[in-house]
């Protein structure tokens, strides 16, 4: 599985990026974003699974950013909106290796064995 991720740039607080990861390869278990910011450890943002297409989000983030995926362009998206300087950082796509990925597990990112390059976001203003 390969990953590329895109979409990622300087915003001003309060406004909106979409991300993309364009994916080649097996997806159809569950797929996620992360995201690092400078001296901060990786943490998860939200995830959806193939199987039921249930998403899970980070639980601070839930209203703002919206997860999706289409399955037929096997791209997965990140819509993120009222965007805050605190969501500077770097998003990762991921994909897991596991079909029967439980709801425990999305959001550990010990979960996903595939991941993309990053996009940077930079909410400034």
């Known amino acids: 599985v390969q990953l590329q991720a895109s979409g990622g740039g300087l915003v001003q607080p309060g406004g909106s990026l979409r991300l993309s990861c364009d994916a080649s390869g097996r997806t159809d278990t569950a797929m996620a974003w992360f995201r690092q910011a400078p001296g901060k450890e990786r943490e998860f943002v939200a995830g959806i699974r193939r199987r039921d297409n249930n998403k899970f989000y980070k639980n601070s983030l839930k209203g703002r950013f919206t997860i999706s995926r289409d399955n037929t362009r096997n791209t997965m998206y990140l819509q993120m909106n009222g965007l805050e300087p605190e969501d500077s950082a770097v998003y990762y796509c991921?994909?897991?290796?596991?079909?029967?990925?439980?709801?425990?597990?999305?959001?550990?990112?010990?979960?996903?064995?595939?991941w993309g390059q990053g996009t940077l976001v930079t909410v400034s203003s």
């Open positions: 991921a994909v897991s290796p596991n079909t029967g990925v439980i709801a425990s597990r999305i959001r550990d990112s010990s979960e996903y064995t595939y």
